[in-house]
C-alpha cells in the first residue's frame, strides 16, 4: 500500500500551506521535493559555470531521462523525444504525417482544442477531411462506429486518451486495433492518462503518443515528451529540423537522427528537464500501480459522495474512469465556484466549453467544475472539500 504519510512529507507545498487542499493535478500538480532540489541545484550550477559546462557536467542524466520514461512506458529510450509540452510533441508528430486532398483525419468527441485546431489548419491547407468519430451511450468512443468509418482513405486517427473536461477513459486500445487494420496511423493524446493511468505502447501499439509533465506525472512546467513506434519514427521527416535532430554532412545534403531523436530540438531547458526525470523516477520508486490506485480511489469517493450533495450533478462520462472528476451546481457558476473554494483554500479549476468544443456543445454545457485528487491528498481532505461544496 503507497505511504501517503511519505509523499506528503516529499512534498514541499505542504511545508507552506498544510492546511490546503489541492485537487487540481489534471492542471498543473504539486512537484515532490526530487523534482524542486533537481530544477533548483541545476539552475544554481549554470549560474556558477554557465549553462554549457553544467549541461556537460549531466548528460548521462540527461539521457537517463528518456530511460525512466521508457521504463514508465515499455518504451526503448531511442523512441523517446523530449519537447516543452504535450501540446508541442503531438503538433510535432501530426504535422510531420504526409496528407493529401482526400485524406481522412478522424477525431473523437472529446478531442481537445489544441488537437482540433492543428487538424482543421491543416485541413484546410492539404484539402483533407476532418470527421467525428460518434461517442456510444456511455459517452466513450463507439467502436463500432469507428470500424464503420475506416477505410484506406484513412491518414490518421486522433485519440484521446482521457479528456481534460471530465473522467471519461476511451478505450484506446480497441480504437487503435480498428485504425491500424486499414493502415491509418494512431496518434494517442496522453495528457491526461500519463501517470494516473496505467501506459504500456506494446500493448496499445500506437504509432505516437504525446504527454506533458506537469500533470499527473507532477514534473516542471515546460516539459514534456512523445513517443514515436520504433520503425516508424525512422521513416518520418519532421516539419522543423536543426542541427540536433540533423545532421549536416554536405554543402547540400544533411542526415535526420536515426531515431525519435529526430522531433528533438538541440536548445532546451535543461534543468526542466532534468527535473522531468526526477519526477518519472519518483513514480517509479514509488510504484506506479499503488499511485494510480490511490488516485483512483480518491476519485471514486468524490464521484460517489457529490451527487449526494443537493444540486451537484457528476458530469463524467464513460465506463472506465480517471482521477478526473467534474461536476456543476446548479445556481452557482463553475468559475464563481472555484473561486470560492478558493476562499477555503481549496484549488479546483474549470474546463470552458472552448477546450472539448463538440463534446461540451453536444451536452449543453458551458464549463464544468473539475476536481482531480492525486495520490498526496487525505481523504478527510475530500471531505471537507465536500463540506465546502454542500455549503455553496
Not at 7 to 35: H, K
Not at 114 to 139: F, K, M, W, Y
Not at 141 to 156: F, G
Request: proline content about 5%.
Amino acid at each position: 500500500m503507497l505511504d501517503v504519510t511519505r509523499v506528503r512529507a516529499d512534498t514541499p507545498g505542504y511545508d507552506s500551506d498544510p492546511r490546503m487542499v489541492f485537487l487540481d493535478s489534471a492542471g498543473s500538480s504539486l512537484p515532490p521535493r526530487a523534482v524542486v532540489d533537481t530544477v533548483v541545484g541545476h539552475l544554481r550550477r549554470e549560474a556558477e559555470i554557465g549553462g554549457y559546462r553544467a549541461a556537460a557536467e549531466r548528460l548521462d542524466d540527461l539521457a537517463a531521462v528518456k530511460t525512466a520514461i521508457g521504463e514508465l512506458l515499455n518504451a526503448p529510450p531511442g523512441s523517446i523525444a523530449l519537447s516543452d509540452s504535450a501540446t508541442r510533441s503531438w503538433t510535432d508528430f501530426f504535422y510531420s504525417v504526409p496528407l493529401a486532398a482526400g485524406d481522412r483525419i478522424l477525431i473523437s468527441e472529446s478531442d481537445y482544442a489544441g488537437n482540433a485546431i492543428a487538424v482543421l489548419q491543416r485541413a484546410r491547407a492539404t484539402g483533407a477531411r476532418v470527421e467525428r468519430i460518434p461517442s456510444d451511450h456511455s459517452g466513450q468512443i463507439d467502436l463500432d462506429a469507428l470500424a464503420a468509418m475506416v477505410d484506406e482513405r484513412v491518414a490518421l486517427v486522433s485519440v484521446l486518451h482521457a479528456p481534460t473536461n471530465g473522467g471519461l477513459v476511451n478505450p484506446a486500445a480497441e480504437a487503435t486495433r480498428i485504425a491500424r487494420s486499414v493502415g491509418a496511423l494512431v496518434l494517442l493524446d496522453a495528457c491526461q492518462s500519463a501517470g494516473q493511468i496505467p501506459i504500456d505502447v506494446v500493448e496499445l501499439d500506437v504509432d505516437a503518443l504525446s504527454v506533458t509533465g506537469r500533470k499527473w506525472l507532477r514534473g516542471p512546467r515546460g516539459t514534456g515528451f512523445l513517443y514515436v513506434r520504433p520503425e516508424l519514427a525512422r521513416t518520418m521527416s519532421p516539419q522543423r529540423l536543426d542541427l540536433h535532430s540533423a545532421a549536416w554532412t554536405g554543402p547540400d545534403e544533411f542526415e535526420l537522427a536515426p531515431d525519435a531523436t529526430r522531433f528533438e530540438f538541440w536548445e532546451c531547458d535543461v534543468a526542466a528537464r532534468l527535473g522531468l526525470g526526477a519526477a518519472v523516477r519518483y513514480l517509479l520508486d514509488l510504484g506506479p500501480e499503488e499511485v494510480y490506485a490511490a488516485i483512483a480511489a480518491r476519485a471514486e469517493h468524490l464521484r460517489k459522495e457529490l451527487p449526494q450533495i443537493p444540486g451537484v450533478t457528476v458530469r463524467d462520462l464513460g465506463i472506465r474512469h480517471s482521477g478526473i472528476v467534474s461536476f456543476t451546481v446548479d445556481g452557482v457558476d463553475s468559475v464563481s465556484v472555484r473561486d470560492r473554494l478558493a476562499a477555503d483554500d481549496i484549488t479546483v479549476t474549470v474546463s470552458h466549453a472552448g477546450s472539448t468544443l463538440l463534446d461540451m456543445t453536444s451536452r449543453g454545457l458551458d464549463s464544468v467544475v473539475r476536481a482531480s485528487p492525486h495520490c498526496f491528498v487525505e481523504f478527510d481532505e475530500l471531505d471537507r472539500f465536500l463540506a465546502a461544496v454542500a455549503a455553496l
